[in-house]
T-cell receptor, first 113, second 115 residues
Framework: SQTIHQWPATLVQPVGSPLSLECTVE??????LYWYRQAAGRGLQLLFY??????ISSEVPQNLSASRPQDRQFILSSKKLLLSDSGFYLC????????????FGNGTRLTVT | GENVEQHPSTLSVQEGDSAVIKCTYS??????FPWYKQELGKRPQLIID?????GEKKDQRIAVTLNKTAKHFSLHITETQPEDSAVYFC??????????????FGDGTTLTVKP
């Protein structure tokens, strides 16, 4: 069966420091991959999605970036964190095809101090 | 792009009562409508979904209805229990073989079931 791993679970970083969050999927090939952010008590905001290696689409202009160096690996990065980057970051995957639901990782709670 | 509105933002019911959460969407091409449950500090988990060629779907105490003409869909939870307390999100998606199937989510409904 398919599983999604996301780490770290929690992270506290000072303003201006870099960020790297990693997500990997097992048990499937060529998944669509997504990064979402959830501010406290708010909904899910799509940040980036990828339909294949090296293919990244950005939904919201910001100081974050994403990369997909391997088929089942999705990385969220920042060179310099802002206070407003604090939130709950969720990686998700979906199989290709019309009948595939979205599955979320356990999330990373990022606090920028 | 797609826009999804979800109501109410908070809902409090007595244990055993029913709960209904409603969502409207803007893009008539959307063809897939999942509902997610998110417990505090945890990831959203799919609880039920419906496709545009179906009007209603049930899974034990949970049901979802879809009105394509009016572009709205609803989650119905019957015989609510305290463990149903969580934030519920709806989403509307255009799923095709050739697209990424980006999900547009509602802002969520915080459901509290009082014992």
């Amino acid at each position: 069966s398919q599983t999604i791993h996301q780490w770290p679970a929690t992270l506290v970083q000072p303003v201006g420091s870099p960020l790297s969050l990693e997500c990997t999927v097992e048990g499937t090939s060529n998944p669509n991959l997504y990064w979402y952010r959830q501010a406290a008590g708010r909904g899910l905001q799509l940040l980036f999605y990828s339909v294949g290696i090296g293919q990244i689409s950005s939904e919201v202009p910001q100081n974050l970036s994403a990369s997909r160096p391997q088929d089942r690996q999705f990385i969220l990065s920042s060179k310099k964190l802002l206070l407003s980057d604090s939130g709950f970051y969720l990686c998700a995957w979906r199989g290709t095809g019309k009948s595939s639901p979205l599955h979320f990782g356990n999330g990373t709670r990022l606090t920028v101090t | 792009g797609e826009n999804v509105e979800q109501h109410p933002s908070t809902l409090s019911v007595q244990e055993g009562d029913s709960a209904v959460i409603k969502c409207t969407y803007s893009d008539s091409a959307s063809n897939y409508f999942p509902w997610y449950k998110q417990e505090l500090g945890k990831r959203p988990q799919l609880i039920i979904d419906i496709r545009s060629n179906v009007g209603e779907k049930k899974d034990q105490r949970i049901a979802v209805t879809l009105n394509k003409t009016a572009k709205h869909f609803s989650l119905h939870i019957t015989e609510t229990q305290p463990e149903d307390s969580a934030v519920y999100f709806c989403a509307a998606i255009l799923l095709q073989y050739t697209n990424a199937g980006k999900s547009t989510f509602g802002d969520g409904t915080t459901l509290t079931v009082k014992p």
